[in-house]
């Protein structure tokens, strides 16, 4: 009798557990993490990352990560019925569904509505018939959340594909800086700097509230968004330090934007940065290599300012804003390698 009572005790926590993570993923619009959503994608990525790591092709390597995500969101609905099934049968077996192979038929027969087991009981019906409401709802569910998931990858990438017209693939900022000059959109950048801080909004919103968003890889495997979220805040930066040129509030605006975003996406995947960094804090650029850059974009006709000490003191200045928390994401993510984000990931 004690078994039987902490068999249905257990299984009505098992089944609204479930429930809960499933409501808490889903519905509820805020980040919230659950233990069912974080197990699932934690052992998934484990088995996607192993294989990863160890191809050395950008190409090869980014169609094994592609996969992660949405094999997992998909299966996520799959792991969430088994484990309801599995509840109610444990609480089929306690209130007297005997034996326990046929409380658990009848529990996968109730949930996926087929009803291949019946009974004459009108205790067992009444259940089944709240079981298959649930495993509608599930349905319902992710029937809802899909379209949501695709809809904000699909405004994330958006900017991400229309930067490559910019600073090229894999994204640069010294060639977003070039190029905006040999077409003369230097001096008038305000509507590429109000686009970027709409966007860097938009996915502090999206993949905080689902941080699986960041696994969901670029249709090109030279893209990613957090090389492009790092490239357009250099642009940023290198505009404002080492541009011969009235400063842009706008710019300025959108740096602090970014790296408010990136801090908080950041978060969500553990990834340890500086919440108050000193402006003459070390970061991952090297100095001879933003001087080098200058050096380039001047022989090219880039006005650049005349005491570049200044501009690479500066630049570092705003880079350490940003610099721990965009490096950690992409190596979490395993991004492919760019210039000045994840460079150390070999091709």
Sequence with gaps: MILRVLAGL???IIVSGTL?????????PRAEHTLITRALFTFTRLIFRTVAVKVRRVEVRERVLSRYAPVTLLALPAVWSAIIIFGAGLVYWAVGLQPAEDAFIFS????????????????????????????LEIIALMISFLPSIYSAFSRREELVTR?????????DAEIAILRSYEIGLLPKMNGLWKDWSNWFAGIEESHTTFNFLGFFRSPTPDRSWVTAATTILDTAAIRLTAIDSPPDPWARLMIRTGYL?????????NVEYDED???????????DDFLATLNRLAASG????EDREQAWRDFAGWRVNYDSACLGLAQELLSPPGRWCNPNIGR
């Design 10 to 12: 257990t299984g009505f």
């Design 20 to 28: 809960i993570s499933a409501a808490r993923t889903v519905v509820v």
């Design 108 to 135: 996968g027969s109730a949930f996926t509505t087929l009803g291949t087991a019946t009974s004459d009981n009108f205790y067992y019906l009444m259940m089944a018939a709240a079981q298959a409401v649930l495993g």
């Design 163 to 171: 930067l490559e017209a910019l600073a090229g693939t894999p994204s």
């Design 261 to 269: 975003a990136i801090r908080r996406i950041a978060d969500e995947f």
């Design 277 to 287: 960094p000193a402006p003459t804090d070390p970061i991952s650029i090297e100095r």
């Design 302 to 305: 880039v006005p650049i300012v």
